[in-house]
C-alpha cells in the first residue's frame, strides 16, 4: 500500500522458500492470495489472474473451500480488468455454487463484480442497485480498503450511467488516506482529476 513494491515482491518470496521447506502446502491459496493482493495494487490484471487463479485451483484441489467464493471474486475481479467479462461472471457463479459463503467481503465483492459487469452489459439500474448493496454491507465493517474499494466500483457503475461520480471518490480517498493507502489513494485522487478536468 506504500508502492514499495520491489520490497514486497522480495519479502513474499522468503515467506514462499519457508513454506516450502515446512511443507506448508495448505498455506499456498493464502500466498497465491497476497500476490493477487500486490498485483491489483500494482495494476497488473494479468498477474492478479494468475495469482487469482492459484488460489482457487489450490483451494478446490485440497477441499479447502471456507474462502473459495472469495477466491473465486477475486479471480472475477481481475478477469474484468482483462476485458473478459464472461469468464468472470463463470468464476462469480462458481463461488456461489460451490461454497456460498455469508461473510462480508466474498458478499461484497460478488455484488461489485456482478454490478460492474451488468452495467457494462447496460443493465445500469440493476448494477447500481448491487453495487450500494456492497457498499451498504461495507458500512457495517471496519474494513477501510474494502469498502474504499467498494465506493470506487460505485463510482465505475454511475460513470457509466453518465452520473456525478466525485461525492463516491471522495468518499474512497478519505478511507484510502486514512488505511494509510497511498497507492489507491494516489489512483483516486486522478481519478478525480480527471472527472474534474472533463466537467
Not at 508502492?3 to 518470496?13: I, P
Not at 522468503?14 to 516450502?20: E, F, I, P, Q, T
Request: proline fraction near 1%; hydrophobic fraction near 45%; charged fraction near 30%.
Amino acid at each position: 500500500m506504500l508502492g514499495r513494491f520491489d520490497e514486497a515482491h522480495r519479502l513474499l518470496a522468503g515467506v514462499a522458500d519457508r513454506m516450502a521447506e515446512l511443507g506448508a502446502v495448505r498455506s499456498q491459496t493464502f500466498l497465491a492470495s497476497r500476490r493477487f493482493d500486490i498485483a491489483m495494487l500494482e495494476g497488473d490484471a494479468a498477474r492478479a489472474e494468475a495469482a487469482a487463479r492459484e488460489a482457487c485451483e489450490t483451494a478446490h484441489a485440497s477441499g479447502e473451500l471456507s474462502n473459495f467464493m472469495w477466491f473465486c471474486c477475486n479471480l472475477a475481479q481481475a478477469l474484468l480488468g482483462l476485458g473478459r467479462d464472461d469468464e468472470a461472471e463463470q468464476w462469480l457463479e462458481r463461488g456461489r455454487e460451490t461454497a456460498l459463503s455469508e461473510e462480508h467481503l466474498p458478499q461484497m465483492l460478488w455484488r461489485q463484480v456482478r454490478g460492474k459487469l451488468l452495467a457494462r452489459r447496460g443493465e445500469l439500474q440493476e448494477g447500481e442497485r448491487l453495487v450500494r448493496e456492497a457498499v451498504a454491507l461495507a458500512e457495517e465493517t471496519d474494513m477501510l480498503n474494502a469498502h474504499a474499494d467498494a465506493l470506487l466500483d460505485l463510482a465505475e457503475v454511475l460513470a457509466l450511467a453518465g452520473q456525478d461520480a466525485r461525492a463516491e471518490l471522495d468518499r474512497a480517498l478519505a478511507l484510502y488516506e486514512r488505511k494509510g493507502n497511498l497507492v489507491m489513494a494516489e489512483r483516486t485522487r486522478s481519478r478525480l482529476a480527471e472527472l474534474t478536468a472533463s466537467r
